[in-house]
């Protein structure tokens, strides 16, 4: 009975990283339009690698900066149901998007795969790009179910 669609967000993917800012920026209206346009419609924020850093930006980033130019209105952000990453270079800082966003941290799975260099102190090139085979996709979809799903009614849970 739900209709699931994505937009691949628009942006210069490349090794400078800078460049997530306009990934950002894109994403960031993506998600003010659709919130406009779709009231009831719940929001889910993901991204894979420099993907990820394009989420933080978004989730993090309350004023525009640096090439980022549509923060999300305060109004807009309850409208995101969840947030998704995997290999998200911060985590390899120690700062997981569960630690940087008050506003998302408790809605976000910020998934590494083992040894993963992007996003942990790991050495296994490979591990970035084998996301779909460590189970760690399955881990994110049950994530984005259980918080888009409607909460049980009280009379539901008996």
Same mark, same amino acid.
């Given at each position: @009975?739900?209709?699931?669609?994505?937009?691949? *967000?628009?942006?210069?993917?490349?090794?400078?990283?800078? =460049?997530?800012?306009? @990934?950002?920026?894109?994403?960031?209206?993506?998600?003010?339009?659709?919130?406009?346009?779709?009231? =009831?419609?719940?929001?889910?924020? @993901? @991204?894979?690698?420099?993907?990820?850093?394009?989420?933080?930006?978004?989730?993090?980033?309350?004023?525009?900066?640096?090439?980022?130019?549509?923060?999300?209105?305060?109004?807009?952000? $309850?409208?995101?149901?969840? *947030? *998704?990453?995997?290999?998200?270079?911060?985590?390899?800082?120690? #700062?997981?998007?569960?630690?940087?966003?008050?506003?998302?941290?408790?809605?976000?799975?910020?998934?590494?795969?083992?040894?993963?260099?992007?996003?942990?102190?790991?050495?296994?090139?490979?591990?970035?790009?084998?996301?779909? =085979?460590?189970?760690?996709?399955?881990?994110?979809?049950?994530?984005?179910?259980?918080?888009? #799903? $409607?909460?049980?009614? $009280?009379?539901?849970?008996?």
């Amino acid at each position: @009975g739900s209709t699931v669609d994505t937009y691949a *967000v628009q942006y210069p993917a490349s090794w400078d990283f800078m =460049k997530a800012a306009a @990934g950002a920026t894109d994403m960031s209206k993506r998600v003010q339009a659709t919130a406009a346009r779709c009231p =009831k419609t719940k929001i889910v924020m @993901g @991204g894979y690698s420099q993907g990820a850093a394009v989420v933080d930006v978004v989730a993090t980033s309350p004023i525009a900066g640096l090439g980022y130019t549509a923060p999300l209105p305060a109004a807009v952000v $309850p409208r995101v149901a969840s *947030v *998704v990453v995997f290999g998200n270079p911060s985590a390899r800082l120690g #700062q997981p998007l569960t630690r940087m966003s008050p506003d998302f941290g408790a809605r976000t799975a910020d998934l590494c795969n083992t040894n993963d260099p992007i996003c942990s102190l790991g050495r296994d090139w490979n591990a970035h790009i084998t996301y779909p =085979k460590s189970g760690l996709i399955k881990l994110a979809a049950h994530w984005v179910t259980r918080h888009v #799903q $409607p909460a049980p009614t $009280p009379a539901a849970r008996r």
